[in-house]
C-alpha cells in the first residue's frame, strides 16, 4: 500500500493527524483534466449505491471516481465496469477493504452507501484521514451523531447527509409557504412513512456466498451466522444493522417536518408511540407503529404507516403531499398558488442535488444544505421513536441537553453500541 497510512495505523487512530490542512488543493483550480478535478472514492456499491449515488456522480464534470469499495465483489466490480465505461478506460481500482480508499493520498473526498451501522464509523476514519465525506443517512445512535459531529468540526471537513429532499422542489415548496404563514400558525404534521416488509425474514444459516467477505460486511455489529435475508437491502430490517422504517424514511419526511418548523437544529420536546414486532423470524425492527411527537412550540407531529406524505395543518388551511415526491396538495387554490416574495423566506438547498451541493461546498469549504448537524437532529428524531415504542411510556427530551429527562433506561438506549474488535470510534 502506497501512501503514508497503512491498516494497522487507521485502527490505531493514527488518522486524526493526518487530517488535510483547511484550504483548496491545487488540482481542484486547474483545467477540466482528471488530474485537476475532486477525486472520490466510493465506499459500498450497493443497489443505490450504483443507481443513485454513482450514477450522480459521473454526471458531474468537476468529479473524478477512483476506486470503488465493496465486500460484495460481484457489485464491486459491476461500480467498476460503469466506471470505466464512462471514462474510456480500465483505470478505476478495486478494493474490498475501506481503509485502503482512506489511505490513498490522491483521494480528496468518499462517498459511503454502506449499511448503517458503518455510516458513522467509517465516516470518522475519512474525517479523521483528512477526506471530506457524504455519507448516506442515519446515523446507528444518538450518541454516535454526537460524536460524529465532533469529528467532522474538529477535523474541518465537509460533510453532506446524503438525501435528495432539499433539493426536490415540492418539499421545498411545502417549506416555504409553511415558513411564510400561507396557512397560518402551524398546529399539527401528520407524517406517513411506508409499511414494514410482509415477511418476517429467514433466520436459517446458510453458506457464505464466495463473492462476499462477510466478517467485513458484519465489522463492528455483533458475529451472526449468515443468511441472505441478514445482507443488502433486508439489514434494514435487523436492529444490529439499522432502525427500521422509521429510521430509513424517517429521516426524509422529519427533516422537511422540521425544516418547515424553523426546528432543523432542535426537536421534539415529548415522544410517545405504540408498535408491533414480529414474533418469529430474522426482523426485529418495529413492524406497525403510531408515534406522536410534540415540540416546545405547540404543534404535534404523528407518524403512522401507509403511503409515505406529509400534512401540513394551519389555522387557515393545509398543505401537503400523498406519495413520495409527489404535487403539492392544499386546502385552497389561494394557498397552493401563494407567490413566495423576495424577502421572505426561501429554503437553502440547490436544486441539482445533494451530489452536486457536496461538490460545490468541497470547494467553497462551506456546509452542505444538509450539514452534519442537521443530519444528526433528524436522525436523533427517529431514534427518539424507536425508543419510545420499546419502551412503551410517554418520554421527555430535552432538545438543548440531548438527553431525555430523569430517565436512565432511555438514555442508556442512546450511547454508543459496543463495536466487535478490532473496530473502535475511539
Not at 5 to 23: I, V, W
Not at 83 to 110: H, P, Q
Not at 135 to 142: A, M
Request: glycine share 8%; with cysteine.
Amino acid at each position: 500500500m502506497t501512501g503514508r497510512f497503512t491498516r494497522r495505523g487507521l485502527l490505531k487512530g493514527g488518522l486524526a493527524a493526518a487530517s488535510a490542512p483547511y484550504f483548496v488543493p491545487a488540482r481542484l483550480l486547474g483545467a477540466d483534466a482528471p488530474s485537476n478535478k475532486i477525486t472520490v472514492g466510493f465506499i459500498g456499491t450497493g443497489s443505490h449505491g450504483i443507481g443513485h449515488n454513482l450514477k450522480r456522480y459521473l454526471e458531474q464534470a468537476d468529479a473524478r471516481v477512483l476506486v470503488v469499495c465493496d465486500v460484495d465483489s460481484l457489485r464491486m466490480q459491476q461500480a467498476k465496469q460503469i466506471v470505466d465505461a464512462k471514462y474510456g478506460n480500465s483505470d478505476c481500482a478495486m478494493t474490498k477493504d475501506f481503509r485502503e480508499v482512506l489511505a490513498r493520498k490522491d483521494i480528496d473526498a468518499v462517498m459511503i452507501s454502506t449499511p448503517d451501522h458503518w455510516h458513522t464509523l467509517i465516516s470518522v476514519l475519512a474525517v479523521r484521514a483528512g477526506k471530506d465525506v457524504q455519507c448516506e443517512k442515519p446515523t446507528y445512535t444518538i450518541d454516535e451523531g454526537k460524536i460524529l459531529i465532533r469529528e467532522v468540526r474538529k477535523h474541518q471537513r465537509v460533510f453532506q447527509t446524503s438525501t435528495e429532499d432539499r433539493s426536490l422542489g415540492h418539499y421545498r415548496r411545502m417549506i416555504e409557504l409553511v415558513r411564510n404563514g400561507r396557512i397560518g400558525k402551524l398546529q399539527k404534521i401528520e407524517v406517513v412513512l411506508p409499511k414494514h416488509p410482509d415477511k418476517p425474514g429467514d433466520p436459517t444459516p446458510q453458506p457464505v456466498p464466495p463473492e462476499l467477505d462477510y466478517d467485513m460486511w458484519l465489522g463492528p455489529a455483533l458475529e451472526a451466522s449468515y443468511t441472505k435475508d441478514r445482507v443488502h437491502y433486508t439489514f434494514r430490517w435487523i436492529e444490529d444493522y439499522s432502525g427500521g422504517v422509521i429510521c430509513d424514511w424517517g429521516t426524509h419526511l422529519f427533516d422537511t417536518a422540521q425544516y418547515a418548523m424553523d426546528l432543523e437544529r432542535s426537536g421534539p420536546v415529548e415522544i410517545e408511540g405504540t408498535g408491533t414486532y414480529w414474533n418469529e423470524g430474522l426482523f426485529n425492527t418495529v413492524k406497525d407503529y403510531d408515534v406522536t411527537y410534540r415540540y416546545a412550540n405547540g404543534v404535534v407531529m404523528t407518524c403512522r404507516p401507509g403511503n409515505p406524505s406529509i400534512k401540513f395543518i394551519g389555522t387557515d388551511g393545509w398543505v401537503g403531499n400523498v406519495g413520495w415526491d409527489q404535487p403539492v396538495q392544499a386546502s385552497s387554490p389561494e394557498i397552493l398558488n401563494a407567490r413566495i416574495g423576495p424577502e421572505e423566506f426561501h429554503v437553502t438547498a440547490n436544486p441539482a442535488g445533494e451530489h452536486r451541493d457536496f461538490l460545490d461546498c468541497v470547494k467553497s469549504r462551506k456546509d452542505p444544505y444538509f450539514p452534519v448537524d442537521i443530519g444528526h437532529r433528524v436522525s436523533t428524531t427517529c431514534h427518539l421513536a424507536n425508543i419510545a415504542i420499546k419502551l412503551g411510556r410517554k418520554l421527555r427530551w430535552d432538545p438543548q441537553a440531548e438527553a431525555f429527562v430523569n430517565d436512565e433506561e432511555a438514555n442508556a438506549m442512546c450511547r454508543v453500541r459496543e463495536m466487535r474488535k478490532p473496530w473502535s470510534l475511539a
